[in-house]
């Protein structure tokens, strides 16, 4: 090796005019999904990930005799891109879907003490699916749950694809539409934190509008529950980097891109530590500023808008007890700094007590907050959530943090996310901040990996793969 190239790969060495050579930068869901699709299709691909592992921000590290995911990712019955992600990589077993919606709701702010209620659905017609469960929630009263249906109504005949609505924040909406601040609280933050990483007030009406008629609005299980009874390594990077070795992908990781570039033939040159790998399509799939300083001159008009798609952090407390303390598999709370308790014991490998999983979202205030702290703000707050924990020896306490888990879902960031191609010719961006009209979630990341991966296959006179998931290209 004298010239930097790789003499028997298909990206290096001779140039290769069958116009059937990708490489994809950076090895998340996003560019799993790309780095699969543009191989199912003939398309010789090399899949760049600067980490030793797969998966990116859903994936999981050993900690003592526990495989602990980062944090607690879920997905719902309508997120047929992720799905069909899992079926690719035979691992739909693995992170199965609820028989039908159940949220176990936990009040702890009323005076009278702990109760408990539920989101559940029925097995009628939209929006009849969730009347019942509505009508009977004990954490709102009778006129809130009333104005909820209303709200429900109006939220059902907007169209999130409108960009004015991507102007509008949601909570003033809801303000706008009866909605008291114990019934933002109670429902719209419930659900709206968890899928949006914002509380409604900081939250665009257009992603929030699709968020809600697309999981509550839409089809009776479209907001059935699905999350991995595995660790998601054994997803995202083990089951993944199987099937990107039976596709043909190269797999390189521990491989970042340092720099790209067209040359005069029209193939583009990706440099790496020590080589030039050469290709005729690039599919960008990293994070917003990371593509940003990998943007060649031109490729964007405003290339400056990328910097503005701001982050959003998400923290994971995670305990360890000697006994059981909750029965059930998770649940969510009001009245508490508390949002999401996860039982994670089974796929974390823990043989004896229980380990729990609590998701932060939205967690600006507490993301720089040193365990000690956390410690103490967060286990007198799981006793009054579990009263068995009152009585159980805490064997182990730690934190994860995730400064920059999502994109922010603020106001005006719609008009800030790019499509899947650029003005440079064989150049695709994917990433879940990119334009699908989704907010920062695993069904966006691998919708955007598809958008990006049909966006080069056409490019490259490749045919389409038949098995394929359908996805609507954003502008």
Not at 253 to 274: C, E, H, I, K, M
Not at 335 to 340: K, R, S, V
Request: proline content about 7%.
């Amino acid at each position: 090796m004298t010239d930097g190239t790789r003499p028997d790969g298909p990206l290096a060495g001779t140039p290769d005019r069958s116009g059937r050579d990708a490489v994809v930068i950076g090895g998340g869901l996003a560019g799993v999904t790309a780095a699969l699709a543009l191989a199912d299709a003939g398309v010789r691909v090399t899949l760049l990930e600067g980490r030793p592992r797969l998966g990116g921000l859903a994936f999981s590290f050993r900690r003592g005799e526990l495989t602990v995911d980062n944090g607690q990712h879920v997905y719902l019955r309508c997120c047929t891109a992720y799905r069909w992600f899992l079926d690719r990589i035979d691992g739909a077993a693995l992170a199965p879907l609820q028989e039908r919606l159940d949220v176990p709701v936990v009040d702890l702010g009323k005076p009278e003490g702990r109760r408990l209620g539920r989101l559940r659905r029925d097995p009628l017609p939209v929006p009849l699916h969730l009347g019942r469960s509505l009508a009977a929630y004990p954490h709102l009263t009778l006129a809130e749950r009333a104005r909820v249906g209303r709200a429900a109504l109006a939220l059902k005949g907007l169209d999130p694809a409108d960009p004015a609505l991507d102007e509008q924040d949601f909570g003033s909406w809801l303000a706008a539409h009866g909605q008291s601040p114990r019934a933002v609280e109670a429902l719209w933050d419930l659900v709206g934190v968890a899928t949006l990483n914002a509380v409604a007030g900081d939250a665009s009406l257009g992603l929030a509008a699709m968020v809600f008629k697309t999981g509550l609005l839409s089809e009776p299980g479209a907001a059935d529950i699905g999350w991995a009874r595995v660790p998601l390594g054994d997803l995202h990077d083990g089951l993944a980097r199987k099937a990107l070795d039976s596709a043909g992908v190269r797999t390189e990781l521990r491989t970042r891109a340092g720099s790209l570039s067209r040359d005069a033939d029209g193939r583009w040159s990706v440099q790496v530590p020590g080589e030039t790998l050469r290709a005729d399509a690039v599919v960008l799939a990293v994070p917003q500023h990371e593509a940003h300083a990998l943007l060649p001159e031109g490729a964007l008009d405003d290339p400056g808008r990328l910097l503005g798609i701001g982050t959003a952090p998400i923290l994971n407390v995670h305990v360890v007890y000697d006994r059981q303390v909750l029965a059930a598999p998770f649940l969510t709370a009001l009245g508490t700094p508390l949002q999401w308790v996860f039982d994670r014991t089974d796929a974390s490998g823990l043989r004896s007590g229980q380990y729990l999983a609590v998701s932060q979202s939205a967690a600006q205030d507490e993301i720089d907050t040193p365990v000690a702290t956390l410690r103490e703000r967060y286990l007198p707050e799981l006793e009054r959530l579990l009263p068995r924990a009152r009585d159980a020896r805490v064997l182990d306490f730690f934190v994860t943090r995730e400064r920059t888990a999502t994109f922010a879902p603020t106001p005006g960031v719609g008009r800030l996310r790019p499509g899947a191609r650029t003005k440079a010719p064989g150049l695709y961006l994917a990433g879940a901040w990119t334009a699908t009209g989704w907010p920062a979630t695993m069904e966006s990341a691998v919708r955007s990996g598809v958008g990006a991966a049909e966006a080069a296959l056409g490019a490259l006179g490749r045919p389409r793969p038949r098995h394929l998931f359908a996805v609507e290209e954003a502008a």
